[in-house]
Nanobody
Framework: QVPLVESGGGSVQAGGSLRLSCATSGYTYINFCMAWFRQAPGKEREGVASIEHYGITTYADSVKGRFTITKDIDKNILYLQMNNLKPEDSDMYYC?????????????????WGQGTQVTISS
């Protein structure tokens, strides 16, 4: 069973919105720190947003005010609502979990990753 499965990616025009979902295998993922990362070909994977066990959220400066990370503990799903999308948001988006960590730390703490979902924004 794949522990993290992303969905919701696609192609939209600049200014549009998308909502990414990450279905998890259960409480052993959703109750710990979880995050969204993105990566373009040839570039490093960068953190987009994270949410801790108690709901504290953190965002990259480039997405603040446009993206919102939430989680549904009952459904074991992590979301990323992306509004006012820009062409530079075009990337492969990955869901990640830091199992065993209630707070979110460095990238090394993320020990489970999804396969990714592609987001393409046209100008």
């Amino acid at each position: 069973q794949v522990p993290l499965v992303e969905s919701g990616g696609g192609s939209v025009q600049a200014g549009g919105s998308l909502r990414l979902s990450c279905a998890t295998s259960g409480y052993t993922y959703i109750n710990f720190c979880m995050a969204w990362f993105r990566q373009a070909p040839g570039k490093e994977r960068e953190g987009v947003a994270s949410i801790e066990h108690y709901g504290i959220t953190t965002y990259a400066d480039s997405v603040k005010g446009r993206f919102t990370i939430t989680k549904d503990i009952d459904k074991n799903i992590l979301y990323l609502q992306m509004n006012n999308l820009k062409p530079e948001d075009s990337d492969m988006y990955y869901c990640a979990a830091a199992r065993g960590y209630l707070s979110c730390g460095g990238r090394d703490s993320y020990n489970s990753w999804g396969q990714g979902t592609q987001v393409t924004i046209s100008s």
